[in-house]
């Protein structure tokens, strides 16, 4: 944007004309710097009156292309043209003019202003708000300064992983027989929720080996709490069959062509009953190399089920609990189980009750205890381990009555008080609240029972006496909220296997299937802190403390230094010769899944 001085006129005006009369021809942008311009003027005053002389005479016409250039000056005072009027030679005429020429610097001093009037106020501006800035930042980051977030309290805090993280991932082109089958396996899962979700992982790697389609897996619907969820009521289908698609192929149901076909039922071999007798000498533990050559004939065993697969096409497995080694199976088997056992993801109404309820314990930024006790309603873990500490005499004869009216339960006469000692049964509820006032979790710590229910009549009465915020899923969700689960066993025991999952810390009191699923999950999703304790020792310390034997901070001070291994931290899963006390693969998937980033990398 070109600016023009009061009387000025645009330049495409003076192309188009020759000739411009005297003042109008005054344009801002030729002005320099007039005090040097008016000195330069005075010495040459001389000259300029000779000037005058003689352009009087030979007067060129104004605005001629090859006229000589002159100072601003000389052009403003020199006047061209007959009968211009006056000479300017003199001094006073030039003093006459100064007033002028300053004049018109501040006529485009103020019109500079008056276009430009907020320039100032902008770069005022800029700087308050710059100064503002600096304030605020250095004032924010003094008080971030002041009060640091907190540190996570040691009792919260996750073991240290020692570098463990998942590897599960498939070998690349690993996926030779992943679409080809030689026939279809139909597998019926029995027992509870996790009895039957590790049994279909294993059924996985087990289809698997025997090069076989996977038909939906079929549940129990005729154990104890005769639950008729299905499959797709409690898991996803579609991301089971997605999550599996790289190593065998899942179909929901058996073809056209194959439904008429009668399938070969058979129950597999349990790894928990196979027993190896020694001539001479009974049964005794299982030596090193008879395990050996056992975990190569298992693999064979279920491979050799491919052959009878490809005569009869369809093959129907009426159990799959323990059908498989928990150790010495191929890497490739192990890994397999794991992925299967991540890809029995619940549905997503389940997931999402089971999210609200942690979000409900947490109650924005809260640490929350899962609990897992063992002493159910029913009473049937109780009754079947002959334990009653605690219990009026009335509850230890309903036990015991129900313990003789089982016929597949084998021991019948157990000595209560002898079990108990030998660390054979479950916590009490006022075991665990001692238990967890020694490890130093304060009273208003919020507890969330996950076995549901307790048997007894004041069995919750100590934990709640110390622990007031005790919560299940019935006290924590509505009755609209749980009408779709509420008839059905299994799926309330999937919401709180969701919340015993997502939970700060994990407390379980008895080793059960349930025990065993979350903890090894656990494990896998980054050694959350999962206590174990141990029962042997925390029963005699207890009794010891019952009786005065020791005082509370002994009775603390040895809890919590009996316990500084048993947080869920890495270690090796425990192999023994004998299957009742080898630790199960599901719950320390160590080694198997779980490895460093310097054996991942090989």
Known sequence: MVMIAAGAIPSSATANSPIVSGPTRRRLPEFTDPERTVA????????????????????????????????VSRRLLVRHGKGGGGRW???NAWMRLLPLVLLLVLAATALHASVFPERKDVVLQIGNVRDEWSSWTLENTSRIKRRPNPPIPEIWMNPNNNGYEQCISRPKGDCQTCNATAGYLIVHANGGLNQMRMG?????????????????????????????????????????????????????????????IRPLQRAPISWSKVKFPLPGRGILRLPSSTERRFLVLQVSYFRSFGN????????EFTHTDSRLANNGLPPSIQRLRCRAYEALRYTRDIERIGGRLVDRLRNGSNHFIALHLRQALNGDMLSFTGCSHNLSAVEAEELRAMRYSVRHWKEKDIDSREKRVQ?????????????????????????????????????????KAEYPNIHTHRSLASAEELAPLHKYQNRLAALDYIVALRSDVFVYTYDGNMAKAVQGHRRFEGFRKTINPDRQRLVKLMDQLDAGGISWGKFQQRVRRDHADRLGGPYERKVHRTRRHEECFYANPLPGCLCTKQYKSR
Not at 40 to 45: I, P, S, V, Y
Not at 243 to 251: C, M, N, P, Q, Y
Not at 308 to 315: A, G, P
Not at 453 to 462: D, H, K, L, P, T
């Open 423 to 463: 660390g054979g049964c479950p916590m009490t509820p006022r075991e665990a609240a001692m238990f967890l006032k020694a490890m130093g979790y304060p009273s208003a710590t919020s507890i969330y029972i996950v076995a549901g229910e307790i048997y007894g009549a004041n069995s919750m009465g100590a934990l």
């Open 308 to 315: 009878i697969l490809s005569r009869r096409k369809v093959v």
């Open 89 to 91: 030679g003199s001094k």
């Open 40 to 71: 330069d003027d005075e010495d040459g005053k001389d000259a300029d009156a000779h000037d005058h002389d003689h352009d009087h005479d030979h007067a060129p016409a104004a605005g001629a292309i090859g006229a000589p250039k002159r100072t």
């Open 200 to 260: 279909i992982s294993d059924m996985v790697a087990i289809a698997k080996l025997m090069n076989a389609t996977l038909v939906v897996p079929l549940l129990d619907h005729k154990s104890f709490w005769t639950d008729p969820s299905e499959f797709k009521d409690i898991f996803d289908v579609k991301h089971f069959k997605e999550a599996l698609k790289g190593d065998i192929v899942v179909v929901d149901s058996l073809p056209r062509h194959h439904a008429k």
